[in-house]
């Protein structure tokens, strides 16, 4: 206070309120990735299964609360939101109207992920100066080498490993006496 030259202040403490304690739960890293598992397999349960039933629903809970609170801290912005709605819209666009894998449902997982990334780290537009590089970089290395690693493995395993096939009696073909 001295060197703003101010002889007169008052203290004020802050008490959080339940909707500040209820964001501070939300925006937690491990609740978001909770949220985003619920999400991705609520859309996933939903096209393995006929109608429109309680996996939709609760991937729609799952977004709201994963957006929201991000939102209200001035994490996530109108056009992350956007932008996870518009890959959501193309990657239903590419399992109903179009057939096979192309650019629509690319297109829409890299927005997906895309807004996923952005909205959890925080950034003015596609200005990022105000995050720690080393967290923006690791944000987006976790974003987009997991995928990569995950279907890697899969394609190594559908090649490199062999699994027993299981007769119509119940018992294994291949691989006997390992």
Do not use: H
């Not at 030259?5 to 008490?15: E, I, L, M, P, W």
């Not at 799952?62 to 990657?91: C, R, S, T």
Request: net charge negative; glycine share 10%; proline share 4%.
């Amino acid at each position: 206070m001295k060197v703003s030259n101010r002889s007169s202040y008052k203290v004020a403490s802050y008490q959080p309120t339940f909707l500040d304690n209820l964001i501070s739960i939300l925006v937690n890293p491990a609740v978001s990735g909770i949220l985003l598992l619920l999400m991705l397999g609520g859309i996933y349960f939903e096209l393995q299964t006929p109608g429109i039933g309680f996996p939709l629903l609760a991937a729609f809970i799952a977004a709201i609360l994963y957006f929201a609170p991000l939102y209200l801290e001035g994490l996530a912005a109108n056009w992350e939101i956007l932008m996870a709605v518009i890959g959501l819209a193309l990657l239903a666009v590419e399992i109903f109207v179009l057939p096979g894998f192309g650019i629509a449902g690319i297109s829409g997982l890299i927005l997906l992920v895309t807004a996923f990334t952005i909205s959890m780290v925080g950034n003015d537009g596609f200005d990022f100066e105000m995050v720690d590089k080393m967290t923006f970089t690791f944000s987006c290395n976790c974003a987009f080498s997991n995928p990569g690693w995950g279907i890697g493995s899969c394609i190594f395993c559908r090649q490199y490993c062999q699994f027993p096939e299981v007769r119509e009696n119940g018992t294994f073909r291949g691989n006997e006496g390992i």
